[in-house]
Structure formats: structure tokens, C-alpha cells
């Protein structure tokens, strides 16, 4: 991924959160990123179910994570992937306000 300015502050736009420990040992301060997007089914106070790789509860499955002060950002997206259903889970747009 080529090297980064440690002086500045690094946003990583990636597709998989399944990565988020590389990318923060990488150095990205905000890693903004889909795939997930939710869980497809989201089971109450448990969080998503099932992700892409058919993999059940899946770590990074939407919200917001933070590993050394590196900050991950799942967001569960507008459509219903190939799937054809949400349950739960209901679509969302993330706003993002950076300042210093």
C-alpha cells in the first residue's frame, strides 16, 4: 500500500474491515470501509449475523472500532446485496465531520 506521512492524518477508503488490525499497523487513522454492511440480519443487542465469507458474527460488522487510537467505520450501506433482504438492519448514510 506504499508508505504513509505519520505527520499527517491517513484515511484508508477500503472495501473489507476484516483487515482493520493491518491497516492500523499500517498506519491509517481512519479506515473507512463496506462489505459487511451490517450483518445482513442484525439480531438485537448481539449485532450483525452473517457476512459475505458466510461467516457468523462477524467482528467488524458495522459502527465504529477503534484499536490504538485508530479508528475503523463499518457502514451497513443503502441496498440489500445479493442476498435480497435486510432484516434488523436497517440501511444507513454515514456523515463524517473531521476537525482539529
Do not use: Q
Not at 1 to 24: A, C, E, Q, V
Not at 30 to 40: A, E, M, Q, V
Not at 79 to 86: E, P, T
Amino acid at each position: 500500500m506504499g508508505k504513509i506521512d505519520d505527520r499527517t492524518y491517513n484515511i484508508l477508503l477500503t472495501h473489507n474491515p476484516l483487515y482493520f488490525k493491518t491497516y492500523s499497523s499500517w498506519g491509517a487513522d481512519l479506515t473507512l470501509c463496506g462489505h459487511i454492511h451490517g450483518g445482513i440480519i442484525r439480531i438485537p443487542f448481539i449485532g450483525g449475523f452473517l457476512s459475505p465469507e458466510r461467516v457468523f458474527f462477524p467482528k467488524y460488522n458495522a459502527g465504529k472500532y477503534e484499536i490504538n487510537n485508530n479508528i475503523l467505520i463499518v457502514n451497513r450501506g443503502l441496498g440489500n446485496g445479493d442476498f435480497g433482504l435486510r432484516f434488523n438492519n436497517r440501511p444507513e448514510v454515514t456523515v463524517i465531520t473531521l476537525s482539529n
